[in-house]
């Protein structure tokens, strides 16, 4: 090869660009505190003593570690895709086995030490924990329940993996005794596994598949909470604090005999008990007595700001994690609410979905004796609406349908429908049955409410003299003769009414199309009804009957029906 061309050589130079400020020892490589800080890693959740030391004796690592969980299931969840006879018996299976209070303790004890599972316990099944669970082989009323262990109570995972639910998780568990020695083998397909905070794989292998405590990532955060606690608490007990002068007492001290100390300290201790019990204290004539009060100005936010990291670490609000009613004028803490219950749906659909969903065709089988296709889980909402807020989701919604209801875009059933499906969030017309709603399918907006209107086929006249325009209006003539009986006649008696301007005939609509007195009136009214401000010379479209019909509105309150087509 030429020099030309040779390949340029690649020399590889270890770069340190940072920022750096020798003179006022800022940035990297200065001896600044800053830069001393260092961050070890610990792994406390392999720590099992102090994880349970923390959870015993502290209520802010108890309310971190239950809290969420006690939301998570507090709706518990619905299934779609059994008749009621099937809920009701999944529910009392439920019931038997304490299902809710079981997942609720394998959650708690996941979050504490970083890992749990709950072994499907069948009975019959209990030489045969080390094969893969069959649906087929769950025999009616054999689910007893789940055995929940945490992570130090003897359950150890496998080396060997499969892959389950999209991520690798151990393909057996060993069951140890007190002493160690394996008790039992389990196949994955019999544990549900409840993992605390997820961790890199590297790390989620170093702790044997399991999850990282939640107590871990907040402990220096509960450390500071308490001591500073501590020391307020401290500090009221020298809220008050008496000062004495007392002339000599170096010497006093230093140069009396121990009698005179003695008598000295017991005239102290005297004056400590008066002033206790009576609020009295006696000095010699000429003694100064000096009282100081300590104000705590200042510890109120230092305390406020430790309390706003630990619910920062532990991702509570402080009305949740400390009880405490919103700070600030006109606040409500919903918003801060919102984005919790927010953050606990993630949960659930991430930590309490896979576990149900493993669950719940075992629980079918045990209940049902099948385990029926299609079956979704589906989790209530958290935040529940105020009477007015509900009546004003409703009312809002019902009108949504309505307007698309009557603006021909679907039909009755299907409006009665969506309708129906607002019970679920309102609790409102969920009492529409299936026969009323097959009974108005295919109808559209203008065959439910034809000749419901009221002042069909009646109009105005320029002076305001209502009068008859069609058959729906009765014909009547001040000036029509009578027969002897009595009887209308048209002045034969021949009881026939003749083609007066009073009856009924097809109505010819200025330059318009001729159509029937009662479809004109129905599109009359129809055509006011969704354009109730119409100007003169406005046009709409209204369908009646398979025909669409163009109308133009004449400014009297009337229609000039322009022109129609089959839809």
């Not at 196949?187 to 409840?194: E, G, M």
């Not at 003695?262 to 007595?289: C, E, I, P, Y």
């Not at 305390?303 to 009305?319: F, I, K, V, W």
């Not at 129809?526 to 019909?549: C, D, I, L, M």
Request: glycine share 8%; aromatic share 8%.
């Amino acid at each position: 090869m030429s020099r030309r061309h040779k390949e340029p050589e690649i020399v590889q130079v270890q770069t340190a660009d940072a920022f750096a400020n020798p003179l006022f020892r800022l940035g990297f490589g200065s001896q600044s505190p800053l830069e001393a800080t260092e961050y070890p890693l610990t792994r406390m959740t392999d720590n099992y003593a102090l994880l349970n030391s923390l959870y015993r004796d502290n209520w802010v690592v108890q309310n971190v570690v239950s809290l969420i969980v006690d939301d998570m299931l507090r709706e518990w969840y619905t299934v779609r895709g059994l008749p009621p006879a099937g809920l009701e018996a999944l529910a009392a299976a439920e019931r038997r086995s304490r299902l809710r209070a079981r997942i609720n303790e394998g959650l708690r004890w996941g979050r504490l030490y970083g890992g749990a599972a709950g072994l499907l316990m069948l009975r019959g099944q209990e030489e045969r924990l080390s094969e893969p669970l069959a649906l087929d082989d769950i025999l009616p009323g054999t689910f007893q329940g789940l055995y929940i262990l945490d992570r130090w109570q003897g359950i150890t995972p496998g080396t060997e993996l499969v892959f389950e639910g999209g991520e690798p998780v151990p393909a057996y568990y060993a069951i140890t005794d007190a002493r160690g020695h394996t008790v039992a083998r389990v196949h994955h397909s019999r544990v549900i596994r409840f993992t605390g905070r997820d961790l890199p794989f590297l790390e989620r292998q170093a702790e044997l598949w399991w999850g990282e405590s939640e107590v871990e990532a907040l402990y220096k955060d509960v450390v500071a909470h308490d001591n500073v606690s501590a020391n307020i608490a401290a500090l009221t007990f020298r809220a008050n604090v008496d000062t004495m002068e007392v002339p000599n007492l170096d010497q006093l001290f230093s140069l009396t005999s121990h009698e005179m100390q003695r008598r000295f300290w017991n005239t102290m201790q005297a004056q400590t008990v008066l002033r206790s019990n009576f609020g009295v204290h006696l000095v010699n004539k000429g003694d100064q007595l000096h009282n100081t009060q300590y104000t705590f100005t200042g510890l109120q936010e230092v305390y406020e700001s430790m309390c706003l990291n630990l619910c920062g670490a532990s991702r509570y609000p402080m009305t949740k994690l400390f009880g405490r009613s919103p700070a600030g004028m006109n606040a409500t803490g919903e918003s801060d609410l919102q984005n919790y219950y927010d953050y606990v749906d993630t949960l659930r659909e991430s930590r309490l979905r896979p576990a149900l969903e493993k669950l719940l065709p075992v629980l079918c089988m045990s209940a049902l004796g099948t385990a029926p296709e299609g079956l979704r889980i589906d989790f209530p909402p958290l935040w529940t609406p105020t009477a007015k807020e509900t009546a004003e989701i409703a009312k809002a919604k019902a009108e949504a349908v309505v307007s698309v209801f009557q603006s021909g875009l679907v039909r009755a059933d299907t409006a009665a429908k969506e309708l129906r499906k607002l019970s679920d969030e309102t609790g409102l017309f969920g009492d529409i049955s299936d026969e009323e709603i097959s009974a108005l399918a295919g109808k559209t907006y203008q065959d439910v409410t034809e000749l419901r209107d009221p002042m069909a086929g009646l109009a105005f006249g320029g002076d305001g003299e209502m009068f008859a325009q069609d058959a729906l209006a009765l014909d009547y003539d001040p000036n029509q003769l009578r027969d002897k009986n009595g009887k209308w006649t048209s002045g034969g008696g021949s009881g026939k009414i003749k083609g007066t301007k009073y009856a009924p005939s097809p109505r010819a609509n200025k330059a318009g199309l001729t159509v029937a007195p009662k479809t004109f009136g129905i599109l009359r009214g129809e055509f006011n009804t969704k354009f109730p401000a119409a100007g003169k010379g406005e046009h709409g479209q209204v369908s009646y009957h398979g025909r669409r019909y163009l109308l133009e509105a004449d400014g009297d309150g009337s229609i000039v029906v322009l022109s129609s087509w089959k839809e």
